[in-house]
């Protein structure tokens, strides 16, 4: 037979690897498919103390081996062969002395399940390096197709493209001279939503399917391919790093609601898929868009006001940034976030020691490398107080004032060269000027009797929410004030209502790039002057107002045990 009929079938994951392979310069691009992979027990990298994925190595046959057995599912039953039994499987090759111990179950058990043979003169040839070609084709054989001549082999990169193995995209990734453990990484990722030949499931279905791996982690890989798409539309082709992480900071900001009790939303599916996150899901959210964009971070754990939290860490060039994406904390110190109720091990990370921060809890956007934000402590002596607009470059070294926001600027929207302005209340107009302080013009919403909530603005079109003493309503117009719709609108009142009453109201509106979000409480008012709600809903619909959907609801028992969580650990942490 010939030699490519002997090749090694490879998979998912690494053990130990060998002292004798030979590293190649090779570019860690796929660190984070690696600790998926990790994540999930289909990749172990190289040490035992910490995940060290080793990415420029080569990969041997031995190896090829233990990650195949992972990938498909067999490392369960291959751990379970007797060491007398693994020495009789293995007695047949000459050289089974070289073959490391930690790799003898897995040889035996594919050896003796015919997913592998030896190589010439009955060798296994344990160390020798696996290519590109070798790799593919035995895990094509593994899916269920065949490789059964000279030129499939020497072809069988092209055909897991063909089979939908392997992405196109992915290969653009590959190392084209040397084969390492970078390219198997990509590969692997990529099979885990391939399609097995002899049956209609994807791999990782199939996984799930035979308690392999669990429904969390299946959901997970979800998320990563569903964040990999929204990557590609977030991050536009001129981007810089700071323009980048603004536009990931932004997406989670308007797309995702905060929750602890929807399925996963301490996983990175709560954020992605289901648009509800508690903080963990923020930041690994946060750290995985920032990762796409090659911008260097962690997350970081920690206390907020005595509450366990997490959050970000992000480096730009030697100095390094707090982004808590979950309570719209963007590039602060650690003097400011220490202000705001932040506490963690400080030696545990590095420090941020900047000479500026923009002013936190105010609106804020960032474009062509600069902040802008709005401010009013400046003109403190100034009276009635005045909103201002600013910029700065991130370096904190060139604050320029642009213009004064009159007649108010407490929330600020950029779309194209306009910087979008209002205030919340009864002031009839949402009001825009250039970004170089000129042309200021007023965009009359409403009447008097409808008080703005929020507003922003998307492709010349403002979305916004106004409230009245009988109704709240999310509306849409042009930003010349034409073509005004109501989106979704809900009958309330701001009068106090007798004690009993039942009744609903509307508010947390976020207007994300293709949803727009929002929650409808169910009241009951319990006291004179006290109302509470009973029931969250979680609403969602298109930004045209269609496909209205209810996809998550709080009671107030979940409240209740919400807060009696946070007030335990806050003694526990004062203790």
Same mark, same amino acid.
């Given at each position: 037979?010939?030699?490519?009929?002997?090749?090694?079938?490879?998979? $998912?994951?690494?053990?130990?690897?060998?002292?004798?392979? @030979?590293?190649?310069?090779?570019?860690?691009? =796929?660190?984070?498919?690696?600790?998926?992979?990790?994540?999930?027990?289909?990749?172990?990298?190289?040490?035992?103390?910490?995940?060290?994925?080793?990415?420029?190595?080569?990969?041997?046959?031995?190896?090829?081996? @233990?990650?195949?057995?992972? $990938?498909?599912?067999?490392?369960?039953?291959?751990?379970?062969?007797?060491?007398?039994?693994?020495?009789?499987?293995?007695?047949?090759?000459?050289? #089974?002395?070289?073959? /490391?111990?930690?790799?003898?179950?897995?040889?035996?058990?594919? !050896?003796?399940?015919?997913?592998?043979?030896?190589?010439?003169?009955?060798?296994?040839? *344990?160390?020798?390096?696996?290519? %590109? %070609?070798?790799?593919?084709?035995? $895990?094509?054989?593994?899916?269920?197709?065949?490789?059964?001549?000279?030129?499939?082999?020497?072809?069988?990169? %092209?055909?897991?493209?063909?089979?939908?193995? $392997?992405?196109?995209?992915?290969?653009?990734?590959?190392?084209?001279?040397?084969?390492? #453990?970078?390219?198997?990484?990509?590969?692997?990722?990529?099979?885990?939503? =391939?399609?097995?030949?002899?049956?209609?499931?994807?791999?990782?279905?199939?996984?799930?399917?035979?308690?392999?791996?669990?429904?969390?982690?299946?959901?997970?890989?979800?998320?990563?391919?569903?964040?990999?798409?929204?990557?590609?539309?977030?991050?536009?082709?001129?981007?810089?790093?700071?323009?980048?992480?603004?536009?990931?900071?932004?997406?989670?900001?308007?797309?995702?609601?905060?929750?602890?009790?929807?399925?996963?939303?301490?996983?990175?599916?709560? *954020?992605?898929?289901?648009?509800?996150?508690?903080?963990?899901?923020?930041?690994?959210?946060?750290?995985?868009?920032?990762?796409?964009?090659?911008?260097?971070?962690?997350?970081?754990?920690?206390?907020?006001?005595? !509450? *366990?939290?997490?959050?970000?860490?992000?480096?730009?060039?030697?100095?390094?940034?707090?982004?808590?994406?979950?309570?719209? @904390?963007?590039?602060?110190?650690?003097?400011?976030?220490?202000?705001?109720?932040?506490?963690?091990?400080? %030696?545990?990370?590095?420090?941020?020691?900047?000479?500026?921060?923009?002013?936190?809890?105010?609106?804020?956007? !960032? #474009?062509?490398?600069?902040?802008?934000?709005?401010?009013?402590?400046?003109?403190?002596?100034?009276? *009635?107080?005045?909103?201002?607009?600013?910029?700065?470059?991130?370096?904190?070294?060139?604050?320029?004032?642009?213009?004064?926001?009159?007649?108010?600027?407490?929330?600020?929207?950029? +779309?194209?060269?306009?910087?979008?302005?209002?205030?919340?209340?009864?002031?009839?107009?949402?009001?825009? !000027?250039?970004?170089?302080?000129?042309?200021?013009?007023?965009?009359?919403?409403?009447?008097?009797?409808?008080?703005?909530?929020?507003?922003?603005?998307?492709?010349?079109?403002?979305?916004?929410?106004?409230?009245?003493?009988?109704?709240?309503?999310?509306?849409?117009?042009?930003?010349?004030?034409?073509?005004?719709?109501?989106?979704?609108?809900?009958?309330?009142?701001?009068?106090?209502?007798?004690?009993?009453?039942?009744?609903?109201?509307?508010?947390?509106?976020?207007?994300?790039?293709?949803?727009?979000?929002?929650?409808?409480?169910?009241?009951?008012?319990? /006291?004179?002057?006290? =109302?509470?709600?009973?029931?969250?809903?979680?609403?969602?619909?298109?930004?045209?107002?269609?496909?209205?959907?209810?996809?998550?609801?709080?009671?107030?028992?979940?409240?209740?045990?919400?807060? +009696?969580?946070?007030?335990?650990?806050?003694?526990?942490?004062?203790?």
């Amino acid at each position: 037979m010939k030699k490519f009929l002997a090749l090694l079938v490879v998979a $998912l994951g690494f053990t130990l690897m060998s002292k004798q392979i @030979v590293h190649a310069e090779t570019v860690q691009n =796929a660190k984070s498919e690696a600790e998926f992979l990790h994540d999930i027990r289909l990749y172990q990298g190289i040490s035992d103390s910490s995940f060290d994925p080793d990415l420029a190595a080569t990969l041997d046959r031995q190896t090829g081996v @233990v990650i195949l057995l992972r $990938l498909f599912g067999h490392e369960s039953d291959a751990l379970h062969l007797q060491k007398e039994k693994c020495d009789e499987i293995l007695s047949k090759f000459s050289d #089974k002395n070289d073959i /490391s111990a930690w790799a003898a179950p897995y040889v035996a058990y594919a !050896v003796e399940n015919n997913i592998i043979q030896g190589m010439n003169d009955n060798q296994f040839m *344990p160390k020798q390096t696996m290519s %590109s %070609s070798m790799f593919s084709t035995l $895990l094509l054989r593994q899916f269920g197709y065949g490789i059964n001549n000279e030129k499939d082999y020497t072809n069988a990169v %092209s055909l897991l493209i063909d089979k939908k193995i $392997l992405r196109t995209e992915t290969l653009s990734k590959m190392n084209k001279s040397q084969f390492t #453990k970078n390219d198997l990484v990509f590969i692997s990722y990529d099979s885990l939503n =391939a399609t097995l030949s002899n049956k209609p499931t994807k791999l990782i279905d199939d996984l799930v399917n035979r308690k392999i791996l669990s429904d969390i982690e299946a959901r997970e890989l979800v998320a990563r391919k569903k964040l990999d798409e929204i990557s590609k539309q977030i991050f536009q082709p001129g981007m810089t790093q700071l323009e980048k992480e603004y536009a990931a900071f932004k997406y989670l900001r308007n797309n995702v609601l905060y929750d602890r009790k929807l399925p996963l939303s301490f996983f990175l599916y709560g *954020p992605i898929i289901n648009g509800a996150s508690a903080c963990s899901g923020y930041s690994k959210a946060t750290q995985l868009f920032l990762e796409t964009a090659g911008i260097d971070s962690r997350i970081m754990i920690g206390r907020l006001n005595g !509450v *366990p939290h997490a959050w970000n860490l992000v480096k730009f060039g030697d100095k390094y940034y707090h982004v808590d994406s979950t309570n719209n @904390v963007f590039n602060n110190d650690d003097t400011n976030m220490k202000k705001r109720g932040y506490s963690w091990e400080e %030696s545990d990370y590095p420090k941020s020691i900047l000479n500026w921060y923009y002013p936190a809890g105010y609106d804020f956007f !960032v #474009k062509d490398d600069w902040y802008y934000y709005n401010d009013f402590y400046r003109d403190m002596n100034r009276w *009635p107080m005045k909103w201002s607009l600013y910029r700065n470059k991130i370096d904190g070294m060139h604050e320029e004032k642009i213009v004064d926001l009159d007649p108010d600027g407490w929330l600020i929207s950029n +779309d194209g060269d306009w910087v979008y302005y209002a205030t919340l209340g009864n002031f009839l107009n949402i009001n825009r !000027v250039r970004l170089d302080g000129t042309h200021k013009e007023a965009i009359p919403y409403g009447s008097r009797e409808e008080s703005l909530s929020d507003f922003r603005v998307y492709n010349d079109v403002i979305y916004y929410s106004v409230r009245t003493n009988s109704k709240f309503s999310i509306m849409s117009m042009k930003t010349d004030g034409s073509d005004k719709k109501t989106l979704f609108s809900l009958e309330t009142s701001s009068n106090i209502k007798p004690v009993g009453t039942k009744y609903q109201d509307i508010g947390n509106v976020r207007f994300g790039q293709d949803w727009i979000y929002y929650e409808v409480w169910d009241m009951a008012q319990i /006291s004179s002057d006290t =109302a509470e709600s009973k029931i969250n809903n979680y609403y969602k619909m298109r930004l045209d107002g269609s496909e209205k959907t209810l996809y998550h609801t709080v009671t107030r028992e979940d409240l209740n045990s919400y807060r +009696d969580a946070d007030n335990k650990e806050r003694q526990e942490n004062k203790e």
